[in-house]
């Protein structure tokens, strides 16, 4: 997710060849449900390709790409939350994808076993869903994009140090739910 | 040399600001219970994250699947029907207003009390229809 500045847009099937693990990445960090993950991945590149013309390149890609897919994330729980009221919450809460095989405890960080690391993967998944959303915007950009705080505020529209105390905020509680399970 | 708090900051600080911690502070998280526990927890966080990065990159749909998803989204169909929902609303809104209005006329003919409503009223209900349809 490193390219250079002023750089034109490439065609839609490098861009989205490019950054689909990315966007998908996030988003379903965000929304935590595989399927759902997957829709709101097109509906982002879907917006990206029609507003591409609006893309100025004094960004970096990606970083236009996650505030598109942050949008997308926070127009996806809007909607929820109107259905939630006008259904009365019969449709439910979504984001509880719990498919992780359930293996032995993990105890060291460096483990290299993929069946240890899915479950790891699925432990943060889970412990994500207790972080309020800014917090989770934050970590996910921050931790698992590896983003420098200064593009995280860039795409969350939020002053450095407001990146840096919530991911401060997101540590610890994430310290707290992995606890219990690490 | 450093001592507990500050050997905490340091270690969260690193974290935050994606930096290696300093080196007085790794030295003490090697001698100190409470300090090796976060620098311990801190690397599994990292190192879930890791995790989550691979997974995640493996469960992603290909570019061919994301681009056959987005042309199904962006179909005229789909397009069009939010604004066929805010027509149908703006009928019913109106045929509603026009039937109480009618409601009304009969009323006082009949020489009952009218019930009273606050001008603008409709304009709010239809917004407030407006707003939940542009959000679906």
Same mark, same amino acid.
């Given at each position: 997710m490193n390219t250079p500045l002023q750089q034109p847009l490439p065609d839609a099937d490098v861009l989205v060849e490019r950054y689909r693990a990315d966007v998908f990445r996030f988003v379903l960090g965000m929304v935590r449900d595989a399927a759902l993950a997957e829709d709101l991945t097109a509906d982002v590149f879907l917006k990206a390709l029609r507003g591409a013309g609006?893309?100025?390149?004094? !960004?970096?890609?990606?970083?236009?790409?996650? !505030?598109i897919a942050l949008n997308t994330v926070r127009s996806h729980f809007r909607r929820r939350k109107v259905l939630q009221y006008i259904t009365f919450g019969i449709s439910g809460e979504q984001g509880t994808d719990t498919t992780a095989p359930d293996v032995q405890r993990f105890s060291d960080p460096r483990e290299t076993d993929p069946v240890q690391r899915i479950a790891l993967a699925e432990r943060l998944h889970r412990a994500l869903g207790a972080l309020p959303p800014r917090q989770r915007e934050v970590f996910l950009l921050r931790v698992v994009e590896d983003l420098p705080v200064r593009r995280v505020a860039a795409v969350l529209g939020i002053p450095e140090g407001t990146v840096k105390s919530n991911l401060f905020k997101a540590m610890v509680r994430l310290r707290e739910e992995l606890d219990d399970e690490l | 040399m450093m001592n507990c708090?500050?050997?905490c900051d340091e270690l969260m600080g690193a974290t935050v600001e994606?930096?290696?911690?300093?080196?007085?502070?790794?030295l003490h998280a090697d001698t100190c219970r409470r300090c090796s526990a976060l620098r311990d927890d801190l690397d599994r966080?990292?190192?879930?994250?890791g995790a989550f990065r691979e997974v995640a990159a493996v469960r992603a749909p290909s570019a061919g699947d994301i681009l056959r998803r987005a042309r199904r989204r962006a179909t005229p169909m789909r397009r069009w029907l939010p604004a066929a929902a805010v027509a149908m609303c703006v009928t019913l809104v109106s045929v509603c207003g026009v039937a109480r209005h009618s409601a009304r006329q009969s009323r006082l003919h009949a020489d009952t009390p009218v019930p009273t409503v606050e001008p603008g009223e409709d304009a709010v209900a239809l917004l407030d229809l407006l707003l939940i349809v542009g959000d679906l």
């Open positions: 609006g893309f100025r390149g004094d !960004a970096e890609v990606s970083t236009w790409l996650f !505030a | 708090d500050a050997v994606g930096r290696p911690p300093a080196a007085d502070a790794l966080i990292r190192s879930a994250a």
